[in-house]
């Protein structure tokens, strides 16, 4: 099993900063990697496919990079609304797996 | 518009036996992979079961292996997750979830979950 290590656990932001999230593969996956975004009582939604591909709809402050075993997911201003979880998924081999989750919070 | 609406929750025994149901609309069910993830209360993201659109595919998690099965009517655009031997460690929202069109991809659309707790 591909084990998804994010960093860090929590991320305390000033709004209108960026933010930069950290997720390590213990083995390579390609560029097979997303990030989600979940709000508390809420579903997750998707953010980026490919590592770096905005989904439809995401606005242009998210981006992604990284291939292999390292990504970044970074929000370059924050906007009240993003202050929430975030989770990395590798969808390169079985079983899928998540990584544990960065929480965004205001500083 | 895409609908992913899950039933079947509740409270269960453990030991006992749940079948949660998904029903799908707004989009051509037949063509898509699906998932069920999970998420214990207060924890993370924990990915459960796959079924390829035609369902001659199927994967599970480690720690559902041997107790649960997914299946899927395309004619009812349903998908289904039927649960054995219920753990304490079981309880948690689950979510259906639809695999993005193509091959071997992320997950694009959620359903808004279903809690099962299972409990005494």
């Known amino acids: 099993e591909i084990v998804m290590t994010q960093s860090p656990a929590t991320l305390s932001v000033s709004p209108g900063d960026r933010a930069t999230l950290s997720c390590r593969a213990s083995q390579s996956v390609s560029n097979n990697l997303a990030w989600y975004q979940q709000k508390p009582g809420q579903a997750p939604r998707l953010l980026i496919s490919?590592?770096?591909t905005r989904a439809t709809g995401i606005p242009a402050r998210f981006s992604g990079s990284g291939s292999g075993t390292e990504f970044t997911l970074t929000i370059s201003s924050l906007q009240s609304e993003d202050f929430t979880f975030y989770y990395c998924?590798?969808?390169?081999?079985?079983?899928?797996?998540f990584g544990q989750g960065t929480k965004v919070e205001v500083k | 518009e895409v609908q992913l609406v899950e039933s079947g929750g509740g409270l269960a025994q453990p030991g006992g036996s749940l079948r949660l149901s998904c029903a799908a609309s707004g989009f051509t069910f037949r063509s898509y992979s699906m998932h069920w993830v999970r998420q214990a209360p207060g924890k993370g993201l924990e990915w459960v079961s796959y079924?390829?659109?035609?369902?001659?595919?199927?994967f599970y998690g480690d720690s559902v292996k041997g107790r649960f099965t997914i299946s899927r009517d395309n004619a009812k655009n349903s998908l289904y997750l039927q649960i054995y031997s219920l753990r304490d460690e079981d309880t948690a929202v689950y979510y259906c979830?639809?695999?993005?069109?193509?091959?071997?991809?992320?997950?694009?659309?959620w359903g808004q979950g279903i809690l099962v707790t299972v409990s005494s």
């Open positions: 998924q590798q969808y390169n081999n079985w079983p899928r797996t």
């Open positions: 490919g590592a770096s």
């Open positions: 079924i390829s659109s035609d369902s001659s595919t199927i």
């Open positions: 979830a639809r695999e993005t069109y193509g091959s071997s991809s992320d997950i694009d659309f």
